[in-house]
Nanobody, 116 residues
Framework: QAQLVESGGGLVQAGGSLRLSCAASGITFSTNPMRWYRQAPGKQRELVAVIARDGSTWYVNSVKGRFTISRDNTKNTVYLQMISLKPEDTAVYYC??????????WGQGTQVTVSS
Protein backbone atom coordinates (compact mmCIF):
# COMPACT_ATOMS: atom_id res chain seq x y z
CA GLN A 1 0.00 0.00 0.00
CA ALA A 2 1.56 3.26 -1.15
CA GLN A 3 1.63 6.12 1.28
CA LEU A 4 2.75 9.74 1.06
CA VAL A 5 3.11 11.71 4.28
CA GLU A 6 3.72 15.45 4.18
CA SER A 7 5.15 17.51 7.00
CA GLY A 8 6.73 20.89 7.62
CA GLY A 9 3.81 23.23 7.12
CA GLY A 10 2.99 26.02 9.53
CA LEU A 11 2.41 29.71 10.07
CA VAL A 12 5.08 32.12 8.87
CA GLN A 13 5.30 35.83 8.24
CA ALA A 14 5.65 37.19 4.74
CA GLY A 15 9.26 36.96 3.64
CA GLY A 16 9.85 33.90 5.75
CA SER A 17 10.82 30.37 4.80
CA LEU A 18 9.55 26.84 5.25
CA ARG A 19 10.70 23.44 4.08
CA LEU A 20 8.08 20.84 3.34
CA SER A 21 8.88 17.13 3.31
CA CYS A 22 7.02 14.21 1.80
CA ALA A 23 8.02 10.74 2.88
CA ALA A 24 6.98 7.99 0.51
CA SER A 25 6.51 4.28 1.10
CA GLY A 26 5.14 1.41 -0.95
CA ILE A 27 6.45 2.77 -4.25
CA THR A 28 9.67 2.50 -6.23
CA PHE A 29 10.58 6.02 -5.21
CA SER A 30 13.71 6.50 -7.31
CA THR A 31 11.88 5.86 -10.58
CA ASN A 32 8.82 7.99 -9.84
CA PRO A 33 8.33 11.65 -10.71
CA MET A 34 7.32 13.54 -7.60
CA ARG A 35 5.07 16.59 -7.54
CA TRP A 36 3.92 19.26 -5.15
CA TYR A 37 0.45 20.74 -5.58
CA ARG A 38 -1.32 23.36 -3.53
CA GLN A 39 -4.92 24.35 -3.01
CA ALA A 40 -5.95 27.69 -1.60
CA PRO A 41 -9.43 28.24 -0.16
CA GLY A 42 -11.99 28.59 -2.92
CA LYS A 43 -9.46 27.81 -5.65
CA GLN A 44 -8.59 24.81 -7.77
CA ARG A 45 -5.66 22.61 -6.90
CA GLU A 46 -2.54 23.93 -8.64
CA LEU A 47 0.63 22.12 -9.71
CA VAL A 48 3.55 23.94 -8.10
CA ALA A 49 6.69 21.91 -8.78
CA VAL A 50 7.82 18.63 -10.29
CA ILE A 51 11.03 16.66 -10.03
CA ALA A 52 11.62 13.85 -12.49
CA ARG A 53 13.49 10.63 -11.89
CA ASP A 54 16.58 12.18 -13.51
CA GLY A 55 16.40 15.20 -11.17
CA SER A 56 15.14 17.66 -13.74
CA THR A 57 12.66 20.15 -12.34
CA TRP A 58 9.72 22.33 -13.35
CA TYR A 59 8.04 25.17 -11.49
CA VAL A 60 4.91 27.21 -11.96
CA ASN A 61 5.86 30.78 -12.84
CA SER A 62 4.58 32.26 -9.59
CA VAL A 63 7.15 30.37 -7.49
CA LYS A 64 10.19 30.41 -9.77
CA GLY A 65 13.23 31.71 -7.95
CA ARG A 66 11.57 31.23 -4.54
CA PHE A 67 10.78 27.51 -4.32
CA THR A 68 13.17 24.60 -4.82
CA ILE A 69 12.08 21.00 -5.17
CA SER A 70 14.58 18.26 -4.41
CA ARG A 71 14.60 14.57 -3.67
CA ASP A 72 16.64 12.15 -1.58
CA ASN A 73 16.28 8.70 -3.03
CA THR A 74 18.09 7.17 -0.05
CA LYS A 75 15.33 8.45 2.23
CA ASN A 76 12.40 8.12 -0.19
CA THR A 77 11.66 11.76 0.51
CA VAL A 78 10.91 14.78 -1.63
CA TYR A 79 11.31 18.32 -0.32
CA LEU A 80 9.97 21.74 -1.18
CA GLN A 81 12.14 24.56 0.11
CA MET A 82 10.17 27.79 0.10
CA ILE A 83 11.73 31.21 0.67
CA SER A 84 10.44 34.77 0.37
CA LEU A 85 6.97 33.51 1.13
CA LYS A 86 4.00 35.67 0.23
CA PRO A 87 0.44 35.70 1.60
CA GLU A 88 -0.72 34.32 -1.75
CA ASP A 89 1.33 31.18 -1.08
CA THR A 90 -1.14 30.30 1.68
CA ALA A 91 -2.65 26.93 0.84
CA VAL A 92 -2.72 23.27 1.69
CA TYR A 93 0.28 21.67 0.01
CA TYR A 94 -0.01 18.12 -1.29
CA CYS A 95 2.55 15.59 -2.45
CA UNK A 96 1.67 13.50 -5.48
CA UNK A 97 3.13 10.73 -7.59
CA UNK A 98 2.13 8.14 -10.14
CA UNK A 99 0.61 4.79 -9.33
CA UNK A 100 -0.05 1.77 -11.54
CA UNK A 101 -2.31 1.86 -14.58
CA UNK A 102 -2.74 5.59 -14.67
CA UNK A 103 -3.60 6.04 -11.02
CA UNK A 104 -2.06 8.64 -8.74
CA UNK A 105 -1.20 8.78 -5.08
CA TRP A 106 -1.82 11.78 -2.84
CA GLY A 107 -0.70 12.70 0.62
CA GLN A 108 -3.03 14.12 3.22
CA GLY A 109 -1.68 17.65 2.80
CA THR A 110 0.08 20.13 5.04
CA GLN A 111 -1.18 23.64 5.73
CA VAL A 112 1.02 26.62 4.91
CA THR A 113 -0.20 29.99 6.14
CA VAL A 114 1.69 33.18 5.33
CA SER A 115 0.67 36.26 7.26
CA SER A 116 1.15 39.76 5.92
Amino acid sequence: QAQLVESGGGLVQAGGSLRLSCAASGITFSTNPMRWYRQAPGKQRELVAVIARDGSTWYVNSVKGRFTISRDNTKNTVYLQMISLKPEDTAVYYCNTDGPRGSTYWGQGTQVTVSS
